[in-house]
């Protein structure tokens, strides 16, 4: 079921030596189902210049609110949760860079 390899992408920020706020992103790899939008969701979606693409369906605990994700090499923009049950959360995403083709 969780056969898929999916990067969650945080952000934040270190300081160096002299206390400058230096941006900085952690990786962590998890496993996940990938699903396909609906076609309902991909058209009410684009009218409101959203392009949906992807679903990931993933392990709730495992979700610290990343806004990006990693799959197959391509990066994504997460643009909404939803809670499946107590344990599971789809992850609706569409790819970074999508309008540029």
């Known amino acids: 079921m969780y056969d898929h390899e999916l990067i969650l992408l945080g952000s934040g920020y270190t300081e160096d030596e002299l206390g400058n706020q230096i ?19 991909f058209y ?12 990931f369906t993933i392990h709730k605990y495992e979700y610290d609110n990343e806004r990006k994700v ?3 090499g391509q990066q994504f923009s997460v643009l909404r949760t939803y809670a499946i049950g ?6 609706t ?9």
């Open 86 to 91: 107590f344990e599971e959360l789809e992850l």
């Open 70 to 72: 990693e799959f197959e």
């Open 23 to 41: 941006p900085s992103e952690s990786r962590k790899p998890i496993l996940c189902k990938v699903d396909s939008i609906g076609r309902n969701e």
């Open 93 to 101: 995403c569409e790819r970074v860079g999508a309008d540029v083709q």
């Open 44 to 55: 009410s979606a684009a009218s409101s210049d959203l392009r949906p693409e992807i679903v």
